[in-house]
Nanobody
Framework: EQLVESGGGQMQAGGSLRLSCSIS????????VGWYRQAPGKQRDWVAH???????NYADSVKGRFTISRDNAKNTVYLQMNMLKPEDTAVYYC??????????WGQGTQVTVSS
């Protein structure tokens, strides 16, 4: 499987960005796609995920500001990020788990939020 992120960039605090994760490969009946982020010198943290059934979950730090969604026709998962804060600055990674076992990562996209 191949996951390719796009949509990162620089934004001032309070602005918005939308990240995309394009997924290529086989179609699975059971999978979860999520977003993680890693700031310089810090561990990689979970941000949000969406299941093939459409259920979503968010980290408390982004709840109410970020929205994860998917377009099955385009095999793409999005992360809409609103009300961005400087602490949202990180490399954002797309992650997929298939059948609860197989994991795949994208290469990451940089998001920089200035105050």
């Amino acid at each position: 499987e191949q996951l390719v992120e796009s949509g990162g960039g620089q934004m001032q605090a309070g602005g918005s960005l939308r990240l995309s994760c394009s997924i290529s490969g086989r179609t699975y009946s059971s999978y979860v796609v999520g977003w993680y982020r890693q700031a310089p010198g810090k561990q990689r943290d979970w941000v949000a995920h969406i299941s093939n059934g459409g259920s979503t979950n968010y980290a408390d730090s982004v709840k109410g500001r970020f929205t994860i969604s998917r377009d099955n026709a385009k095999n793409t998962v999005y992360l809409q990020m609103n009300m961005l804060k400087p602490e949202d600055t990180a490399v954002y990674y797309c992650h997929m788990v298939v059948a609860g076992v197989h994991q795949y990562w994208g290469q990451g996209t940089q998001v920089t939020v200035s105050s």
